[in-house]
Nanobody, 128 residues
Framework: QVQLVESGGGLVQAGGSLRLSCAAS????????MAWFRQAPGKEREFVAG???????????DYADSVNGRFTISRDDAKNAVYLQMNSLKPEDTAVYSC??????????????????WGQGTQVTVSS
């Protein structure tokens, strides 16, 4: 059974930092796209950051405009994990953050299309 399990969420003051982790099990995602999405109460799910293959062992990184320069996505294929370092957090970053992974070399989208596996999410709350 494939599982994605997020951790690292919590309550932080504006300007603070958090590091989210997503551990995958049940299969390897080495070489496949992985990403972070978030959903705030009453809002649609939105893309935060993604990593997708650009070469034999390199990856592109994509970021939503709202987090570019503040968040950094990284992955460790040996550990089958993806991470999200979040700095300079703002109250508007408050949301449930979920990781997602593609099960093949299909095209992925910032809408979430192409991602086959999703975690349950971890709550991030930023106080002002």
């Amino acid at each position: 059974q494939v599982q994605l399990v997020e951790s690292g969420g919590g309550l932080v003051q504006a300007g603070g930092s958090l590091r989210l982790s997503c551990a995958a099990s049940g299969r390897t995602f080495s070489g496949y796209a992985m990403a972070w999405f978030r959903q705030a109460p009453g809002k649609e799910r939105e893309f935060v950051a993604g990593t997708r293959r650009s070469g034999r062992s390199t990856y592109y990184e994509d970021y939503a405009d709202s987090v570019n320069g503040r968040f950094t996505i990284s992955r460790d294929d040996a550990k089958n994990a993806v991470y999200l370092q979040m700095n300079s957090l703002k109250p508007e970053d408050t949301a449930v953050y979920s990781c997602a992974a593609a099960g093949s070399y299909s095209i992925v989208s910032t809408t979430g299309d192409g991602y086959d596996y999703w975690g349950q999410g971890t709550q991030v709350t930023v106080s002002s």
